[in-house]
Structures are given as C-alpha cells and as structure tokens.
C-alpha cells in the first residue's frame, strides 16, 4: 500500500465526506432499528471543516481520501472533572482500506490536536453492539462507560 498521509479537510473534499457518511449510515443501519429509512445526515460537514474549535481531518493515499474523522471542543457538565472535553466523531475508513490501522492513524491525530488544546479527556460514542469499531478504540485506549438505553412505547 502506499503511504497514508494525514490533512486537514476542505470544502472541496465534501462530496466524498458526504459518500463517507452515507458508508457510515449503512455499517450502522443494521445495529439500530430506531434509524430512519433512506438517505440520513448525521455530521453538518461544513460546519465541522469550518468550525472553529473542531479539527475535522482524512487520511489520504496517493491523493485519494481513504478515510477520516473530527475532535470538537465541547462543555462538559459541571459535575464531570474536566470543564472540557474533546468529543470525537465520524471516525470512517473506505472498506478497501481497514486493516490497515488507519484510523489509529487518525485517532492519533486528533488526540495530539486536543492536547495541544489543553484537553485532557476525550471522548466518543459508539453502539455497544458494534465490536467491529470498539476492538480499535479498545485498542487505542478508550474505555466503556455510559450505556444509553431505549425502548419502543
């Protein structure tokens, strides 16, 4: 494979973020009944590129984006330790590409951006019955915590 190297998104990479998050939508459709039918946003992508206290990056292989992800600066409740916290999302890899650790690549990244902003906790969330996406996170150090529930009434 060739190298992976890591940017800043840009507006101009929108219409493949926006196939990356219709990917999203599908790995997640069959882990969630609650979910709507059709075609679904869950990321303000403009915003997100643009924001001024969110870093939203994609891996990239020979000038092809392969993957990407975001860390928002976000309050956080008052009785939590830390007054911030860095709340990290979108986190998508193109299936040809897993495997490949790319997106503890990303990970990696966005980790070092929240340090350099004085954070010191992130966070994430992700379905508990998605043990395809929470072996890596496992892997790359986060741990569980909160379970949110639901039920049809």
């Keep these: 494979m060739n190298h992976i190297s890591i940017r800043v998104a840009h507006l101009s990479d929108l219409e493949t973020l926006l196939k990356f998050e219709q990917g999203v939508v599908a790995a997640e459709r069959p882990l969630d009944s609650f979910l709507g039918a059709g075609e679904l946003f869950y990321y303000n992508i403009p915003a997100l590129i643009t924001g001024e206290n969110t870093l939203f990056i994609v891996a990239t292989v020979a000038d092809e984006l392969v993957g990407c992800g975001y860390v928002k600066i976000e309050?956080?409740?008052?009785?939590?330790?830390?007054?911030?916290?860095g709340y990290i999302g979108f986190i998508y890899v193109k299936p040809a590409f897993r495997g490949k650790k790319i997106s503890s690549l990303v990970?990696?990244?966005?980790?070092?951006?929240?340090?350099?902003?004085?954070?010191?906790e992130l966070r994430l969330d992700v379905y508990s019955n998605n043990s395809a996406?929470?072996?890596p996170y496992e892997r790359f150090g986060f741990k569980k915590s909160l379970v949110n529930m639901r039920i049809d009434i």
């Design 75 to 85: 309050e956080s409740n008052q009785y939590h330790k830390n007054p911030k916290h």
């Design 133 to 135: 996406a929470i072996k």
């Design 107 to 120: 990970l990696e990244n966005l980790k070092k951006w929240a340090k350099e902003k004085s954070l010191k």
